[in-house]
């Protein structure tokens, strides 16, 4: 068998309480606390279980982390931090090491703020070289596709968790985003690495408000990466990677994350956000309150337009909605970068992502790419609803050498709780990685069927987390 080249892990979501990778201690009376110091069963599985495929390799496979490693959004950076500590000690004990010492990490939308962090930081590491009197250049928003081209500043809270463990002091965490590509047969193979946020509406809000209050200023075609995020990246930063530093308000708004679907909560989200702004001063002074009222009534318009998230929609792998969104996104802003840092779209291109907590695998045919796009879906660590949710579910995508991909799905939940075997998917035929772990992988034999029963458990311990939650917001 090739050996693995590349592990990519998304949705992590250290330091969430309804994270299946972090202990939560219940209280008792609908109270409970999350434990980040230790690692729960399903956390040492998923690693004993790369730690079994890659045994015997000759050089260790690089990870990947694809964003919503840590969520920043909804618990503090110390608890989020502590809880990625342990994973850190099962995957980089110096003693069985499994990853090799450089790790590529492509922030998401819980852990955007830790790409503002790095930005800032190759920005000022620019600004240093720089000549005397030449005029300074913009900030740049987005990172270079190919992982070489890549500026070498490293994003301070991973490196610093990761450096100060025990023998991982040569560990190094190189940042890219939103996307990062691997490359094989001479250019002509490309697998993409994203978190995959910009597939959603919600994300990309002020770009949506832009054109509907200032319609003179939109760009005729596809927007680009760059302007994806430039236009995007305070409010991405704001709603979804600082609320955990916010205290109690951080609690409070995490609420009406947690339910993007109510349009009520919604509805006061924007009243509450705009008659703060204006009372801040941050709104036009020259608005009267009719004026008032018909911004708020367009913002809620936008919102409850554009809210409705993936994480809402528990009957499909992938929304129509989103189908829209990720055709878009690979046809448009994807597209152009490959045109722009790789001189074309190459012949054979796939795209792995997270973000939507639903494992899958598919083909598509997409405008502006010469044969069909493998997609690969990691899902996510989280269990999100109170009931369970058969397409939710978490894994890995496994690449070896020429970019040959599997998904290697380790948990799922299911209807009546029962363990769901991993399994291995491929979204091609004629696929040797493919043929190589599904022999590898007995779902009865350990360490895979000590797997499931963990994942199961903790799913069930979720679920019912989430029915206290929902019970606590209840009047």
Not at 24 to 29: A, D, K, P, Q, Y
Request: with cysteine; glycine share 10%; aromatic share 8%.
């Amino acid at each position: 068998m090739a050996d693995i080249r590349y592990v990519v892990l998304s949705d992590l979501h250290f330091g969430a309480d309804n994270s299946v990778l972090t202990s939560v201690l219940s209280e008792g009376g609908g109270r409970f606390q999350v434990d980040p110091t230790a690692p729960t069963p399903l956390l040492e599985g998923m690693v004993a279980g790369l730690r079994e495929l890659t045994a015997g390799q000759s050089d260790r496979p690089t990870l990947i982390l694809a964003g919503d490693v840590l969520d920043l959004a909804l618990s503090p950076d110390e608890v989020a931090a502590t809880a990625f500590e342990g994973f850190v000690d099962l995957a980089f004990a110096p003693a069985d090491r499994l990853f090799a010492p450089v790790v590529y990490y492509l922030p998401g939308n819980h852990d955007h703020h830790l790409w503002e962090t790095a930005r800032e930081a190759q920005y000022v590491a620019a600004l240093k070289g720089w000549p005397p009197g030449k005029a300074l250049e913009a900030p740049w928003h987005t990172t270079r596709l190919l992982p070489e081209r890549q500026p070498p500043v490293t994003p301070g809270l991973l490196s610093a968790v990761i450096g100060h463990r025990t023998g991982c002091g040569d560990v190094s965490v190189h940042v890219a985003y939103p996307n990062l590509a691997l490359t094989a047969g001479g250019g002509r193979r490309c697998r993409v690495v994203s978190h995959g946020h910009f597939t959603e509406p919600i994300y990309t809000l002020m770009s949506h408000l832009r054109d509907l209050l200032f319609p003179d200023q939109r760009v005729p075609g596809a927007a680009s990466i760059a302007t994806l995020e430039e236009e995007n990246f305070a409010w991405i930063d704001f709603f979804w990677s600082t609320l955990g530093r916010s205290g109690q308000v951080g609690v409070d708004v995490g609420l009406v994350y947690a339910d993007l679907t109510s349009a009520a909560a919604l509805d006061a989200l924007v009243a509450n956000l705009l008659a703060g702004l204006m009372a801040h001063g941050k709104g036009p002074a020259w608005l009267r309150p009719v004026e008032t009222r018909v911004l708020c009534a367009i913002f809620k318009h936008e919102v409850n337009h554009l809210a409705k998230s993936e994480r809402g929609t528990p009957d499909v792998a992938l929304s129509a909605r989103s189908q829209v969104g990720l055709r878009a996104y690979l046809g448009g802003p994807l597209a152009g970068q490959m045109r722009s840092d790789l001189g074309e779209v190459p012949p054979d291109v796939g795209f792995i992502w997270g973000h939507t907590h639903k494992p899958y695998v598919d083909t598509w045919a997409v405008d502006g790419y010469p044969n069909p796009v493998q997609i690969l879906n990691t899902g996510g660590w989280v269990v999100d609803t109170a009931e369970a949710v058969d397409v939710q579910g978490g894994g890995a995508v496994l690449l070896d050498d020429d970019l040959n991909a599997v998904l290697v799905r380790f948990y799922n939940q299911t209807a009546d709780g029962k363990p769901a075997p991993v399994k291995v998917l491929s979204a091609v035929a004629g696929n040797p990685l493919f043929d190589a772990l599904a022999g590898a992988i007995d779902p009865a034999a350990e360490p895979w069927c000590s797997i499931s029963a963990a994942a199961a458990s903790l799913v069930s311990e979720r679920h019912q987390l989430q029915v206290q939650v929902t019970a606590a917001k209840s009047p």
